[in-house]
C-alpha cells in the first residue's frame, strides 16, 4: 500500500470509491491504545465517523464527500499504521491464486503474520535459553562465555526484539508511550551497557565470571552485563504476543463459516433444461431444482413440490417445516424430503443468510474494546520509568559522581522495571488456565474474554439444543381403551418407517423387527398411510384421521390437548375405522440441565430462556429446569435485540447458544458461551466454547474464567511490585546487578507458579 496517498492524489492500488460505509482491514496495532490512536485520527477528517476494534483488526468507517477511500487510507497510514480495503471476492471460474495455483485462495495476512510471529518467537527462544543459562550457573561460565552470550543475544535483541523497537518508535513520532516503549528501551539499555562493559570495561575479560552475592553495595558496574535480562524480557513478551494473536486471528472466522453454510451449486432450469451452476451466478427469478437433503441455494417462493425443510439454523424450532407451492423458503436451510422447485426472489447480499452474516459482524463492531490490563497499568508507569532514569542520571552527575556510575544507576531502573514477569504474567496464567479449560471442556478465546466474566450478572440460555437436546424423541404413547401399546407403537412405527421426516424418525427409533407395509402413501404435511397385515392404517395428525373416517375419542383428544399444552407434537394412529392411540414426539430437556440453572444462579446470575420455540414449549421447559423469564418465538434479529435490550436495562449479559440463529447474539452478548456440539458458526462467535453439550460446563467455564481472570492480575500486581520495590535501591546506585537479576528470576518463578495453580481448578 502506497504510503504517500493525500486527499488529491489516491494511493496506489485504492480507488478513490464516493462516499459512503466502508470497512478498512488495519495492521500494525500491538495494543488497544493503537486502535484509539487510528479512531481520532479517522475522526479529525471532515465528515468522518469511525469505529476501530482492535480485536477483529477492523475500522468500520462512515464518511461524506470530499473524502475519498484513498484519503482514509493515507489518514491510517500516516498515523503509523497499514490499512486495505476487503478483498473482492474471487471469480467464479477461479483464477490464479497469490501462490500460482489456480483456483487457491490466496493466504490471508493475518495468517502470515501468525507464521512470521512464530518463526521470530522459535529462534529466539532456541538463542535465549543458552543466555539465560550462562548468566544465573556460575558452573556453566567457561572462559570466553560472555563473547559466546553476546554472539548469541545480538540475534534477539535486534532480530527478535524488532517488533518492539518498531513499535516504540512509532508511538515516539505520535508523542505517546506504551509497554512497548518500556521493552524497547529496556532491552536496549542493557544490550548497550552490556557492550561498553565488554568493550570498554572489565566485563569482556577471559575467565570472568557473575558470581552470586546477595548484598547491596554501589559499583560502576563496568564488570556488569545483562544480556540475559535483554533476551529473557524479548523472548517472553514475544510468546505472550504470538498467544495473544493466535486468539485474536480467530475473531473473523464467525462470518466466514456462516457464509460457508450457503449452497456452493445448484441445479437451475433454463428453458426447460437443468443447468448445474454456481450459486453465486442466480439472478431474481432463475427456479432451480433442490432434491432431498441438499441446501437451498438462496431465497424463494416454491413452485412445485412439497417437502419438509430444516429451519432451525434460522428460527431455533427443531421441527421441520412443511412447505408446498406458495410457500417461502430460505437459503441455507436443507431440504428434508421430496423434490422442491424453488424460484429465486433474493440473491447475494440481500439473502437473509447474508443478513445474518451482517448481525454477526455488526455485534462484533460494536462490543466494547477490551483494554488490555498490562496496557493499561502502563499508560502512567512507563512514563514515570523513564523519566526516573533520566531523573537518576541527571542527580548522580549533578552530584559529581563518575558516569559510568551515574549510567549504571539509570539503566539498573530500567532493568529492575522492565517487565519481564510482567511478561509472563497474562500469557502463563492464559495458558494453564485454558489448558485446563480444555481437558474439562471449556475453550477461552483469549485474554479480553476474562473481564467479562467477572461483571456478568444475567445469562440468556438457548432452548433448543442448549437447554434441550435438539433432537426430536418419542416421550409418550396413549393408547386408546382397550387397545395394546406396544401394538401401537409398532404399527405407528412400521408406517413412518416408510419416511424420512424427523418426527417418523423418532416414532421408528428403538423398535424392533417391523411388519410390512403395502401402498405406501405421504399425504402432503399431514401424515402418511398403508396396509399392514391387510388393515388400512392411517398415521399423522388428528385432522387426517377425522377426514379418513377415524375420529378420536375422548381420552386421546385429552392426549392431544396434554400434549399441545406442552409444546410437544401429538400423532394419532388408527384403523378399522377408530383411532387407537396418540404418540408424543417433543424436543427432550437434557438430564443435566436442570442441575446447571442452579449452578448458575449460585454464580450470582439470573436465568433467560430465549428460543425460536413457541410460547407453549418455552414455559414448559423453563418450568422443568427452573427458569422463571422467557423469550419465545423469536428469529435472528430480534434475538440480538432482546440481549441489547437487557445491556440498555444495566445488565451484562452472557449468552449460552449453540446455533446459526445464535451466532449474532452471541456476538452482541458481553461473554457467548457457545456449545461445541452445536455449529461451526456459533463457536467461532463465541468467547468461550463448550466442547460437551452439557450445560453444567457453562458454569464451570464462568468460574474458571474469573479465576484465570484473578490469577493474572495477581500476577500483574507482584510483577510490579517486585520492580517497584526494587526502584528506590536502582535509583539509589545501591542495587546489586547479580542481586538484581535474582529479584528478577524470583518474580517470574512466582508469576509461573502462581499460574500453575490453576491446574489444580476442578469445575
Not at 535483541?157 to 524488532?162: D, P
Request: proline content about 5%; hydrophobic content about 50%.
Amino acid at each position: 500500500m502506497a504510503t504517500e496517498a493525500t486527499t488529491s492524489t489516491p494511493a496506489a492500488g485504492v480507488s478513490a470509491a464516493p462516499a459512503g460505509d466502508v470497512e478498512l482491514e488495519i495492521s500494525g496495532m500491538t495494543c488497544a491504545s493503537c486502535a484509539n490512536r487510528i479512531e481520532r485520527k479517522l475522526n479529525k477528517l471532515e465528515g468522518v465517523t469511525a469505529s476501530v476494534n482492535y480485536a477483529t483488526e477492523k475500522a468500520k468507517v462512515t464518511f461524506a464527500e470530499p473524502v475519498t477511500t484513498a484519503d482514509l487510507v493515507a489518514t491510517v497510514e500516516a498515523a503509523g499504521y497499514a490499512a486495505a480495503l476487503p478483498a473482492p471476492p474471487a471469480a467464479d471460474s477461479g483464477g490464479e491464486g497469490e501462490g500460482g495455483e489456480p483456483g487457491e485462495p490466496a493466504p490471508e495476512r493475518a495468517d502470515i503474520e501468525l507464521a512470521a510471529l512464530r518463526q521470530r518467537l522459535v529462534v529466539s527462544a532456541l538463542l535465549t535459553v543458552p543466555v539465560i543459562a550462562m548468566a544465573m550457573a556460575p558452573p556453566l561460565q567457561f572462559e570466553f562465555w560472555q563473547w559466546a552470550s553476546l554472539t548469541l543475544a545480538a540475534p534477539v535483541v535486534v532480530w527478535g526484539a524488532w517488533p518492539f523497537h518498531r513499535a516504540a518508535w512509532t508511538n515516539l513520532r505520535h508523542g505517546a508511550t506504551t509497554m512497548d516503549t518500556l521493552v524497547s528501551v529496556g532491552v536496549l539499555a542493557a544490550f548497550g551497557w552490556s557492550l561498553v562493559a565488554l568493550f570498554w570495561g572489565s566485563a569482556g575479560t577471559p575467565g570472568m565470571t557473575h558470581p552470586f552475592r546477595f548484598t547491596i553495595e554501589r559499583s560502576d558496574g563496568m564488570g556488569n552485563i545483562y544480556l540475559e535480562a535483554a533476551t529473557g524480557v524479548t523472548t517472553f513478551l514475544l510468546a505472550g504476543r504470538w498467544f495473544e494473536k493466535r486468539s485474536k486471528r480467530k475473531a473473523g472466522a464467525a462470518l466466514r463459516a456462516l457464509m460457508s453454510l450457503g449452497a456452493k451449486d445448484v441445479a437451475v432450469l433454463r428453458d426447460g433444461v437443468e443447468q448445474r451452476l454456481p450459486a453465486s451466478r442466480l439472478a431474481v427469478g432463475d427456479r432451480f431444482i433442490v432434491r432431498p437433503g441438499e441446501k437451498i441455494a438462496t431465497d424463494g417462493e416454491v413452485e412445485s413440490g412439497t417437502s419438509a425443510v430444516d429451519a432451525s439454523m434460522l428460527t431455533g424450532e427443531p421441527v421441520p417445516v412443511e412447505v408446498g407451492p406458495g410457500a417461502s423458503v430460505t437459503g441455507g436451510t436443507v431440504n428434508a424430503g421430496g423434490r422442491l422447485v424453488v424460484r429465486a426472489t433474493r440473491v447475494g447480499g440481500d439473502t437473509q443468510l447474508a443478513q445474518m452474516a451482517r448481525l454477526v459482524e455488526e455485534a462484533q463492531n460494536g462490543k466494547a474494546q477490551a483494554q488490555r490490563l498490562a496496557d493499561r497499568i502502563s499508560g502512567f508507569f512507563v512514563p514515570l520509568v523513564i523519566a526516573l532514569s533520566v531523573g537518576t542520571l541527571g542527580f548522580w552527575l549533578g552530584a559529581g559522581e563518575p558516569v559510568s556510575a551515574a549510567f549504571t544507576a539509570a539503566v539498573a531502573v530500567l532493568i529492575i522495571a522492565c517487565p519481564c514477569a510482567l511478561g509472563l504474567a497474562t500469557p502463563t496464567a492464559l495458558m494453564v488456565g485454558t489448558g485446563r479449560g480444555a481437558q474439562l471442556g471449556i475453550l477461552i478465546r483469549g485474554p479480553e474474554v476474562l473481564e467479562s466474566t467477572r461483571r456478568v450478572d444475567t445469562v440468556v440460555l438457548d432452548k433448543t439444543g442448549t437447554v434441550t437436546t435438539g433432537q426430536m424423541a418419542l416421550v409418550d404413547v396413549v393408547p386408546a381403551e382397550g387397545e395394546s401399546l406396544e401394538e401401537v407403537r409398532r404399527t405407528a412405527a412400521a408406517l413412518e418407517a416408510g419416511s424420512e421426516h424427523p418426527i417418523a424418525r423418532a416414532i421408528v427409533d428403538g423398535c424392533g423387527p417391523l411388519p410390512e407395509v403395502a401402498g405406501f402413501a405421504n399425504v402432503e404435511g399431514l401424515g402418511v398411510t398403508g396396509a399392514i397385515d391387510g388393515r388400512e392404517v392411517v398415521v399423522g395428525r388428528p385432522s387426517l384421521l377425522a377426514d379418513r373416517g377415524l375420529p378420536l375419542g375422548a381420552d386421546l383428544v385429552a392426549a392431544v390437548e396434554a400434549a399441545q399444552a406442552l409444546g410437544r407434537t401429538a400423532v394419532a394412529v388408527g384403523w378399522d375405522g377408530r383411532a387407537r392411540g396418540v404418540l408424543v414426539v417433543s424436543d427432550t430437556v437434557k438430564p443435566t440441565s436442570a442441575e446447571a440453572v442452579r449452578e448458575l444462579r449460585a454464580l450470582g446470575l439470573r436465568p433467560v430462556l430465549l428460543t425460536g420455540d413457541n410460547e407453549r414449549a418455552a414455559r414448559a421447559v423453563a418450568a422443568e429446569v427452573g427458569i422463571e423469564e422467557v423469550v419465545a418465538e423469536v428469529l435472528p434479529a430480534d434475538k440480538v435485540d432482546v440481549v441489547k435490550r437487557l445491556q440498555g436495562e444495566g445488565r451484562v449479559v452472557a449468552m449460552v447458544g449453540d446455533g446459526v440463529n445464535d451466532a449474532a447474539a452471541l456476538a452482541q452478548a458481553d461473554l457467548g458461551l457457545a456449545m461445541g456440539t452445536g455449529t461451526d458458526v456459533a463457536i467461532e462467535a463465541s468467547d468461550l466454547t463448550l466442547v460437551r453439550g452439557d450445560l453444567r460446563v457453562a458454569a464451570s467455564a464462568v468460574r474458571l474464567a474469573r479465576r484465570t481472570l484473578a490469577t493474572i492480575k495477581g500476577n500483574l500486581f507482584w510483577a510490579f511490585a517486585y520492580n517497584v520495590a526494587a526502584l528506590p535501591l536502582a535509583a539509589a546506585g545501591l542495587l546489586n546487578p547479580m542481586l538484581a537479576g535474582a529479584a528478577m528470576a524470583f518474580s517470574s518463578v512466582f508469576v509461573v507458579s502462581n499460574s500453575l495453580r490453576l491446574r489444580r481448578f476442578r469445575g
